[in-house]
């Protein structure tokens, strides 16, 4: 690791990492392996309700947004514009209603207030007031904490409260690719443990750019880089409650564009679970993303495959899932109220079949066959019918057949395309 900050150096070296010259220090495999077993693997993210807390680690499975998008799709107008705080608030509380976004990052960066410090502060401040879920945000600079803590401290009931139940996590990206450390993001680690704010070490290496263009070498990098800030946070407080973010990034390498949505992008990031499961990790994974800037068929596939990817492959804390289109530069009110469907459909995907002598239901397939020759009527059919199967708010499978096909409209003829316009 290279740009090692002075303090983090000391700490360190007196570890057992190695000077290496030139102001690179080495992690040795005891060191790594013996943090690995240290690290806590489950913890509680707290929600300011109780009820609304979460258990990270082993096999479960959460969806939220995520991001620092500049650009909001607008209601009225349908087109992108600049994020302002108002759109925050507006989003928080959105999603606070939203049963299936399990916590809630703030999602866009508010650009109508510029100052580093009344960003922080505003931000933090619109998480507080709109949700009782956890939630998380980050921080510019180190000394933007301390007095972010204390408006914490307020709304816990009092001074040092919020430390003894943090109900807000912060995300940091400790590491920058390849293979340095960010010493502002180092000075935010530090405050951050004096806080017991719960961390999410985020390493973002993009494919072909900071990090090999090969798979197999980008998820060897970015692994490293990953337990990089895993050592250095229990180097700091062992034992502390990090997230393992290994988020693999992909650009097109063809012209250089951040490309999200593609199949190798579903394919890295189902791996970078698997990777963060095998070192029994509590992982955090940016999926269910997509690089569409509408909300059309491109953003349903993109979508949809990356979320169930990444779910399947057993990421804890899915980022990036709710509400985040264009290559993750804009957010969309409309995409949080489709994502929710979309992750209760993953949620039901996930809970695979259960197989039981009253599920198999011999006798009621005897009773159809030689009786009334359907199954509707049976017992089984109504109990299964709440407790097995998944009825979408939105989509059109939950409306009846007759009621959907008067919705439909006979298209008029197609004009040419000679003129302006067209329509069908």
């Known amino acids: 690791m290279g740009e ?60 939220e947004t995520g991001g620092a998008t500049v650009n ?38 508010t650009t109508d207030v510029p100052d580093p ?14 949700t009782t879920k956890t939630v998380a945000t980050a921080f510019t600079l180190a000394e933007n904490v301390d007095p972010i803590v204390q408006m914490f401290d307020i709304a816990a ?11 807000v996590k912060t995300h940091i990206n400790l590491v920058i690719s390849p293979k340095r450390f960010g ?8 405050k951050c443990i004096e806080h017991n704010i719960p961390i999410s070490c985020i390493t973002a290496a993009q494919v072909g750019a900071t990090a090999p263009a090969t798979l197999a070498g980008f998820l060897a990098q970015s692994l490293a880089e990953t337990l990089a800030s895993l050592v250095m946070v229990n180097i700091i407080s062992p034992g502390y409650p990090m997230i393992f973010s290994n988020w693999p990034l992909v650009i097109d390498l063809r012209s250089g564009a951040f490309a999200v949505g593609g199949g190798q992008t579903t394919l890295l990031k189902a791996a970078s679970a698997q990777l963060s499961n095998w070192l029994g990790l509590p992982s955090g994974i ?13 953003y349903g596939v993109e979508k ?60 009621t397939i005897c009773n159809a066959i030689f009786g009334g020759g359907y199954f509707l009527g049976s017992g089984q059919t109504h109990a299964a019918m709440e ?23 006979t298209p008029a003829p197609a004009r040419s395309w000679q003129g302006k316009s067209r329509t069908t």
């Not at 410090?117 to 709109?130: G, H, I, Q, R, S």
Request: glycine share 10%; charged share 20%.
């Open 387 to 409: 407790r097995d199967y998944h009825y979408p708010k939105l989509a059109h499978g939950n409306k009846p057949v007759r009621k959907m096909l008067g919705a439909v409209q």
């Open 157 to 167: 009931g009092g001074v040092g409260q919020f430390s003894k139940r943090p109900f």
């Open 286 to 298: 940016a999926a269910s993303t997509t690089d569409t800037k509408a909300i059309d068929a491109q």
């Open 304 to 363: 949809g495959m990356n979320s169930l990817a990444a779910a399947l492959a057993g990421g804890n804390l899915i980022y990036e899932s709710s509400g985040m289109t264009a290559a993750l530069l804009g957010a969309s009110f409309e995409a949080f109220i489709l994502g929710d469907d979309m992750h209760a459909m993953t949620y039901r995907a996930l809970r695979g079949i259960e197989v039981s002598e009253e599920n198999l239901g011999y006798d």
């Open 183 to 190: 010493e502002g993001a180092v000075s935010v680690v530090y």
């Open 72 to 109: 909001t799709l607008d209601l009225g107008s349908g087109l992108y514009r600049s994020s302002t705080l108002v759109d925050l608030h507006d989003f928080t509380c959105l999603q606070d209603t939203l049963d299936n976004v399990a916590w809630f990052t703030r999602c866009c960066i």
């Open 4 to 63: 090692v900050p002075k303090r983090l150096w000391h700490d360190l070296i007196a570890a057992g990492a190695h000077d290496l010259g030139n102001d690179r220090s080495s992690l040795p495999n005891a060191l790594v392996e013996d943090t690995i077993a240290k690290a806590k693997k489950r913890f509680t993210l707290h929600g300011r309700d109780p009820n609304r807390s979460i258990e990270v680690g082993g096999d479960k499975v959460y969806f």
């Open 117 to 130: 410090f009344n960003l922080d502060v505003a931000t933090a401040y619109a998480l507080l007031k709109n």
